[in-house]
Structures are given as structure tokens and as C-alpha cells.
């Protein structure tokens, strides 16, 4: 056996001492009375002696310091190592991780998720960089996560001008500040870019020992890009540009070794990134160390202890102890009976184990020990508890009912549940839920006012006052298609009237023409055959003439029955043909104009950019840049 604390032992010599001034003083009585007369005037009972008070008393001390002293026994040995992987992190910061298609937009979300892996790896060396067409640094490799987390949250990427995502530039300056690593590993939070081959960004990574992870962060639906300096939206060649999740970067982190996960509103992304970067990289063992497992013994004591002070605060006699112990046993059975059963003595070793449970995030196990406890003894801090397992889960319908659960009078432990409750709500991010979320932060202010519990408040009722807007914006545009398909069909159906009409009225002409021209022959035959008598000769002469006739009315009669869109079409066709030839020539002249402009752009473009570039303030530091750099260079405005 062993103390935990044996500094506490040091109190023996102390309690003896005094105890031995008590034990061997006499009583005022003494000094003025003989022990034989005493005795004579001292009344006979059955209770205990000052003597053997203080005898217990001193007992019931000594325990005390033992059970203090902490006396245990040795139990299984376990050896624990510390093991930690450098981590560096690159966020882009490109304007297309403006989009607003995740909430409230791309870069916000991107930072958030930094924040979360920081506090999920307190045990990591873990670095921040920003990258768009260069790379910045913002945190060198550290242990220091609160001073990272810090630097993270004041980021702000209002300085940077630069345009495009250089993907083999980030990956030059992580090679240059991982150098010293033998096992490089890089974790990218990006929309992808827009490139569509990341074959040469792959060739290096693998040259450098790049071990590449992505975490994805934006939807597969086109949204466009706010554009936070002049307001409005980006636009690339006078049209908006509509910016998505490109999902071709999933092939530089798999063929690299890595992993690719798309971000999502909870922590799983976070967890599964984290299960996958220990999955697949080499942890270095900082420090090993031999931890041995005490069985604690201290409650012996202390119960015995508690038995003696019973004993010598005991003064009952003979005749009392015949009639006053069956009374009270029967009470202490009655009340055994009524009472609820409360916690062990031993109940804190099974809070202990769900405790490391939690650390440990084994929070099915944890929280099925806090769920058994909370049970049996209704205790509202172990509801809590539980449901901060279960909120870990991301089971979180289970864990609103558990949180429900927590009442009393403590307020800060009913504040605290009524936030995550509101927390719980807002990961379900439906209106329904949102609202719901809003009801439980405005209780907990109610009972304290917090900062972090205002921002969550301010937060959801932002995001649900956006998802009323969109849905109002959804179904006026749902409206607006509605109603110009019902014009269009009404344009459509009078269209097809009018061509009708206009048939109908060519098929008339053209029947009064047909009838016409047949009266016409009619009477020429007629009087050819009057004359056939007079002008034999010229019989022939006229039939050839009339067969031409025929031939130009049939000609005639053709081009009549054509639509007048047929004839337009031909017009049309002819003039086309006329005019391609000057089409041609104004298409080059204008192709070169829009190059000289371009090139004129360009220059002056980096020309301002070297100029704000000098002047930007804050926190990032530009990284040296990789040779021949404007080869890969994005001229886009995102």
C-alpha cells in the first residue's frame, strides 16, 4: 500500500500532540476537591467518560489524515505515448469562396472548420496558410491551438487584390516550410477552383512528398459571387459568373495519397477528415511514459472514521437504549422504503469512467454511464452530460430530449443546457428547427447574458430570416416562369392563328387566280377552234405559243403557293451569303482589338497590384513565389 499524498501524514505528530495536553490535563474540579471526594459526588452512568471522548475523537482524527493522505493500492501498468502529426492547413481565400451557397458563405464556413479541427486535436502541431494565386502565412507549426485559433479568426482577406487559385504555388510554399518533415502533410479547404486537369499539381505533389487532403467546401449548383469591393455581383465579360464545387481536385488528393470529403453543416466532416489523416499518416512520438493504475482505499477510513464520531457523540444510557433503537430502526426502514435510492459510495468511480469516456470521445459509452446514473439518482448535471454525448453523436433529436431533462435552481447549468439545446436545433437547420433554436437562446439569456449565446442568436435569425427570403425568392420565381409560360403559350396559339389566317387567305387568292386563268383558256379554246377554219397554217404556231402560256402559269402559280416565311427564308438565305465576307473581316478586327486591350490591362493590372501589395497590412506574409509562376497564371476575376 501507498499514499497518494503522504505530505497529509505530516498532520500526525501535530494531532497526537495536542491530544496528549488534553488527555493529561485535569478538570477544574480537581483543584479543589481530593479524587476521593469526587468520586463520592460524581453520579454513576452509562455514558462515556470525557477520557474516552477524547480517545475516540483523537481516533477519528488519525483516520481523517489517513483517508487524506490518500492510501492506495498498485494495480495494472499501462504505457502512454505521446504522439503527435504536423499538420499544415491551407485556406483559400480566392473571391469565388465568397458564394453564399453554404451558410453564410464558403470562407466563413472554411474558417469555422478550422476552429473546430483545432479543438479536436489539442495533441497535433498544426500551421495555417492562405493561399489565392499566392500563398500567405498566417501561423507557423504550433502547439499553441489558442493563439493559432486567434490568428484564424482575425483573418481577414479584404487586402488581398490578387485574382485566381494557383494550386502548384500553394504546394511550392508547403514543401519550403514543411522541408524539415520527412512526411509532409497538407490539408486544403477549397471550392476546387475552375481548373479541369490537376495532372501537373498532382506530378508535384508526388515529387515533393505531399501527402494532399481536401476538404471540399460549396455546393454543385451554380450560384454566383458577391463582390465585396463594388458591390453587387462578379462579372466576367459583362455576364455574372456562376461559381460551383469543382469536384476534378477529389483527383490531386487521391492520387496523392490522401483523402477527399465534402463539407457539410455538422462536425462529421471534421471527425471523418480527422479519422482519415490519422488513418493515413505517420504519428512521431514526442514522449513515452510508464503510467501505473492506483486502487484507491481512502473510503475505509473515512467510514470508520464516521462510525467513531457516532459513538462519541453517544449519550444514551441502559434504560434509553432499550426502548430508543427499535423505534429509531423502525423509522430508518420506513424511510428506506420512501426515500429515493441516492448515488454510492462508490458511484464516483463509474462518473470517473464515463468522464474519460468523453475525453476519450467514446460517447456511446459515456453516455450510456451518465444515462444509468442520471436515472438513478434524476441528478440534472449527469443529464447534461448525457446529452453532451449524445450532441457529439450528432444524435441530436436524443439529445434535446435529454436536455429538456436538466432543471433546478443552479442557473448556470440550466443556462448552459438551454444553449447547446439551442445548439441542437440549429444543426437540424430547417425553419421549424430554427425557430425552435431561437426560443431556447432567448431563455438561457434570460438566466445569464452570455456573448457566445447573443453571436448564436444573432446567427439563426439571420439564417432563417435568408431561408424565408430564399423561399419567398423561390416561389416568386416559381411565379414568374409560371406566368411567362402562360404568355408564351398565348403567343404561341395567336402565332399559329395568324399563320392560319394567312393561309387562308393565300389559299383564296390563289383558287380565284386558278379560276380565273381557267375561264381564260376557256375562251381561248373556243375561239381557237372558230379560227381553225380561217388560219389553218397557224394552228401549230399558236399551240407551241400556249404551252409556253401554261408553262409561265404554272411558274407563276408556283411561287404564289409558297408561305410568305418560305420566301422570307430565301431573302434572307441571299443576303446571308452576300454578307459573310464583311461578317469575317469585322469578327478579326475586332479579335485583335480585344487582345490589344487585354494586354494593356495586364500590364497596368500588375503595375497597381505591386503598388497595394506593398502597403497591405495585417497578418500575412507572403511566401516566396515558385519560378516561372505567371506560366500558370488565372487571369480571372475570381
Not at 459526588?41 to 489517513?66: D, H, Q, W
Not at 475552375?194 to 506530378?203: G, L, Y
Amino acid at each position: 500500500m501507498i499514499f497518494l499524498h503522504p505530505q497529509f501524514l505530516w498532520l500526525l505528530p501535530i494531532i497526537f500532540l495536542l491530544f496528549y495536553f488534553i488527555l493529561t490535563q485535569k478538570e477544574q474540579q480537581a483543584h479543589f476537591f481530593s479524587e476521593a471526594v469526587l468520586k463520592k459526588l460524581y453520579v454513576s452512568g452509562n455514558s462515556l467518560s470525557i477520557k474516552a471522548r477524547n480517545v475516540l475523537f483523537l481516533a477519528m482524527m488519525v483516520l481523517v489524515v489517513f483517508a487524506l493522505s490518500g492510501p492506495a493500492i498498485e494495480g495494472a501498468k499501462v504505457n502512454v505515448e505521446a504522439k503527435s502529426a504536423d499538420i499544415m492547413i491551407a485556406l483559400d481565400i480566392s473571391d469565388s469562396m465568397l458564394a453564399e451557397d453554404v451558410y453564410p458563405n464558403r470562407l466563413a464556413l472554411a474558417k469555422q472548420k478550422i476552429l473546430n479541427l483545432l479543438e479536436q486535436s489539442p495533441q497535433e502541431r498544426i500551421g495555417v496558410m492562405a493561399f489565392a494565386k499566392n500563398a500567405y502565412l498566417v501561423s507557423p507549426l504550433s502547439f499553441d491551438h489558442a493563439s493559432v485559433a486567434f490568428l484564424v479568426k482575425q483573418l481577414n482577406t479584404d487586402s488581398i487584390t490578387e485574382k485566381g487559385t494557383d494550386f502548384k504555388q500553394l504546394l511550392f510554399s508547403a514543401a519550403n516550410l514543411l522541408q524539415k518533415n520527412e512526411k509532409k502533410n497538407l490539408l486544403i479547404l477549397s471550392d476546387g477552383g475552375d481548373a479541369s486537369d490537376f495532372s501537373e499539381v498532382i506530378a508535384y505533389a508526388k515529387a515533393q512528398g505531399i501527402k494532399v487532403f481536401v476538404l471540399g467546401i460549396g455546393k454543385n449548383k451554380g450560384v454566383p459571387i458577391v463582390d465585396v469591393r463594388h458591390g453587387g455581383y462578379v462579372k466576367y465579360n459583362g455576364n455574372i459568373i456562376l461559381t460551383r464545387l469543382n469536384e476534378n481536385i477529389a483527383t490531386l488528393a487521391l492520387q496523392s495519397g490522401g483523402s477527399y470529403i465534402e463539407a457539410v453543416a455538422s462536425n462529421d466532416d471534421v471527425d471523418a477528415m480527422l479519422q482519415e489523416m490519422h488513418a493515413k499518416t505517420e504519428r512521431k512520438t514526442l514522449k513515452e511514459e510508464q503510467i501505473v493504475q492506483y486502487i484507491p482505499l481512502f473510503y475505509y477510513p473515512l467510514g470508520l472514521a464516521m462510525v467513531l464520531f457516532i459513538i462519541a457523540t453517544s449519550s444514551m444510557s441502559k434504560r434509553q437504549e432499550v426502548s430508543v433503537p427499535p423505534v429509531v430502526l423502525l423509522t430508518v426502514l420506513l424511510l428506506a422504503t420512501t426515500l429515493p435510492t441516492y448515488a454510492g459510495i462508490l458511484d464516483f468511480k463509474r462518473l470517473d469512467e464515463a468522464k474519460r469516456s468523453y475525453e476519450a470521445k467514446e460517447y456511446a459509452r459515456s453516455y450510456q454511464l451518465y444515462e444509468e446514473y442520471a436515472k438513478q439518482t434524476d441528478d440534472a448535471e449527469a443529464y447534461y452530460n448525457a446529452a453532451n454525448a449524445l450532441y457529439k453523436e450528432g444524435k441530436y433529436e436524443q439529445a434535446q430530449k435529454m436536455y429538456q431533462k436538466v432543471t433546478g435552481t443552479e442557473m448556470t447549468l440550466r443556462h448552459n443546457a438551454l444553449h447547446n439545446l439551442g445548439n441542437s436545433y440549429a444543426k437540424e437547420g430547417t425553419p421549424q428547427a430554427l425557430k425552435k433554436a431561437i426560443e431556447s437562446y432567448e431563455k438561457a439569456l434570460k438566466l445569464r447574458d452570455d456573448v457566445q449565446t447573443r453571436e448564436n442568436l444573432e446567427r439563426v435569425k439571420e439564417a432563417l430570416k435568408k431561408m424565408q427570403q430564399a423561399n419567398q425568392q423561390n416561389q416568386q420565381n416559381q411565379q414568374n416562369q409560371q406566368n411567362q409560360q402562360n404568355q408564351q403559350n398565348q403567343q404561341n396559339q395567336q402565332n399559329q392563328q395568324n399563320q392560319q389566317n394567312q393561309q387562308n387567305q393565300q389559299n383564296q387568292q390563289n383558287q380565284q387566280q386558278n379560276d380565273h386563268e381557267s375561264q381564260n383558256r376557256q375562251k381561248s379554246h373556243k375561239a381557237d377552234q372558230n379560227n381553225s377554219k380561217q388560219a389553218p397554217k397557224s394552228q401549230q404556231h399558236d399551240a407551241h405559243q400556249e404551252e409556253r402560256s401554261e408553262q409561265r402559269s404554272e411558274t407563276t402559280k408556283q411561287h404564289e403557293e409558297q408561305s410568305p416565311q418560305e420566301r422570307d427564308a430565301q431573302a434572307s438565305q441571299k443576303s446571308n451569303n452576300e454578307d459573310s465576307d464583311n461578317s469575317k473581316v469585322r469578327q478579326a478586327a475586332k479579335a485583335t482589338a480585344t487582345q490589344n486591350d487585354k494586354i494593356m490591362s495586364r500590364l497596368e493590372e500588375e503595375k497597381w497590384l505591386k503598388e497595394l501589395n506593398k502597403n497591405r497590412t495585417g497578418h500575412l506574409y507572403q511566401l516566396q513565389k515558385l519560378e516561372n509562376s505567371d506560366e500558370t497564371y488565372n487571369d480571372k476575376p475570381w
